[in-house]
């Protein structure tokens, strides 16, 4: 890759990523002169005016490795084409803006994901190894591959001022949760919607609550009732063994379960409760944080949910097999009234004949500050990888790129192919923006620390047993000292 120079005045330095909404002028061709959006309802509020850095790479290409699929998640960073298809059209254009503005060609490698985006991660690593300077940005899982980061693979973000990650065009609760030392090494933001698509929430059958004579939960939601104990009583109220003599899965039967759930759900419900296995301490280092009596009330409180006989099933993570009850077959076909599943499954659901609606996550209890929303740890962050020999130049790009995102793509996103095409209500669309509002991770998930442990607890949980306390004790060393060596191995990258 040719070595590139950054074009910018030292006025432009200053303002780049800053918001300024005051009445001071910049050059005209240096202000945000994108197009706005015609739909209705699809702006984003409070849009600061962005100032765009002189960038000019004279024909070169901008090169991003990434995948285009996973798990129907919309993850493409660039289509061929306009097809009027909304969504996709958006993204073109946004990125036709950038390469007229930078004088650039975008390239992005697309690593087939297979489901475990083992290829991806392999591809990157290989390439980084190398010491070739063959990709400006790398869209990863970082989860796959923690050590890529011990190993010096990724530039610290932070160390790049052309970077406004502290702006609501980049996810800082999520950037803040992965933060180590006063590093960042990935971030997430809205030029790639996986961090929207793979929020967790629950979804649920508005015309079987009306069979059961249940009210739909939006209120409860809005009144800040909606809680695990309050879930518990719906499906509880809802199993019904029909035929059958228990409720074991018979791709034939009849039985109707309370609630449908992907395997992983019981870490999500762990977080949606306000627990983590691991947070930031006070020296801004990551400390474990599942020892204590709040954990153990929430694992207490899960374990009586998941064990009560049809109100839970832990379905099958294969989401549509009938032979299996894979956890979307048995929503979609009358057989559960909620389902946990990720956000993109509204776009599964459209040709669905019964009217149904989303809510987030319950809480622990009504005292609970607020909802909490997990994100799919196999999300796709980016970095900066280190043979990048010009990173300010690739910083000031992917900011104008993320920033046009969430001024003009988000608004689509949400608007019109979550909402408009996916949602079949406005109560639903409000308890999308909670939703939005309330996304965060647990740190131990994107590093791997707590792997094991996470395995433990969610199969005694999902056998109705909450003595989880000896898992804990037994594995709270091990993940102690994976932190310390991870913390000790970024310092010495210094």
Request: a negative charge; proline letters at 4%.
């Amino acid at each position: 890759m040719k070595s590139r120079k950054l074009y910018m005045s030292t006025a432009l330095l200053l303002c780049l990523g800053i918001l300024t909404s005051c009445s001071g002028k910049s050059p005209d061709d240096t202000k945000d002169t994108s197009p706005k959006n015609t739909e209705d309802d699809t702006t984003v509020e409070d849009v600061p005016e962005y100032v765009y850095p002189e960038v000019n790479l004279n024909g070169e290409s901008f090169n991003i490795l990434s995948s285009g699929s996973i798990w129907d998640m919309n993850v493409t960073l660039d289509v061929e084409e306009m097809s009027g298809e909304t969504l996709s059209d958006t993204m073109y254009q946004r990125n036709r803006r950038a390469e007229e503005r930078f004088k650039c060609k975008i390239e992005v490698e697309e690593v087939p994901a297979l489901g475990t985006m083992d290829d991806l991660v392999k591809r990157a690593y290989t390439s980084i190894m190398s010491g070739e300077d063959e990709y400006d940005l790398i869209y990863l899982p970082v989860n796959k591959q923690p050590s890529m980061i011990t190993e010096g693979c990724f530039a610290d973000l932070y160390s790049i001022p052309e970077l406004s990650l502290d702006k609501p065009w980049w996810d800082q609760t999520i950037n803040d949760s992965c933060t180590l030392g006063g590093k960042l090494y990935f971030a997430a933001g809205s030029l790639n919607l996986m961090a929207f698509d793979g929020s967790w929430c629950v979804f649920f059958n508005e015309n079987m609550l009306e069979d059961y004579s249940l009210e739909t939960p939006y209120d409860l939601v809005r009144e800040g009732k909606w809680t695990i104990d309050k879930l518990n009583e719906y499906c509880t109220k809802i199993a019904t063994l029909g035929s059958q003599d228990s409720f074991a899965w018979k791709k034939s039967g009849d039985s109707i379960y309370g609630i449908s759930t992907h395997p992983n759900a019981p870490d999500k419900f762990i977080f949606s409760a306000g627990r983590k296995y691991v947070d930031i301490g006070n020296n801004n280092y990551p400390v474990f944080s599942a020892d204590n009596e709040p954990f153990y009330n929430v694992a207490s409180k899960l374990a009586g949910f998941f064990s009560t006989e049809g109100a839970y099933f832990n379905a099958h993570y294969d989401d549509m097999s009938a032979d299996n009850g894979g956890y979307l077959y048995t929503f979609v076909n009358r057989r559960a009234v909620f389902m946990t599943a990720e956000l993109k499954t509204s776009q599964l659901l459209r040709d669905m004949d019964d009217t149904f609606g989303i809510v987030p996550f319950p809480k622990y209890d009504e005292e609970q500050d607020s909802y909490r929303t997990a994100i799919v740890e196999n999300l796709l962050v980016m970095t900066i990888p280190v043979t990048n020999q010009d990173r300010a130049t690739t910083a000031a790009i992917v900011d104008a790129l993320t920033y046009d995102s969430y001024k003009n793509v988000l608004p689509i996103y949400y608007n019109v192919t979550v909402s408009q095409k996916g949602l079949r209500n406005d109560d639903s669309i409000e308890m999308l923006e909670i939703i939005r509002q309330t996304r965060g991770v647990d740190m131990a998930y994107f590093f791997g620390w707590n792997t094991d442990l996470a395995s433990a607890v969610r199969s005694k949980l999902l056998e109705g047993d909450d003595t989880i306390a000896s898992d804990i004790a037994s594995q709270k060393s091990a993940i102690n000292t994976s932190i310390d060596n991870m913390v000790n191995q970024l310092e010495k990258l210094d």
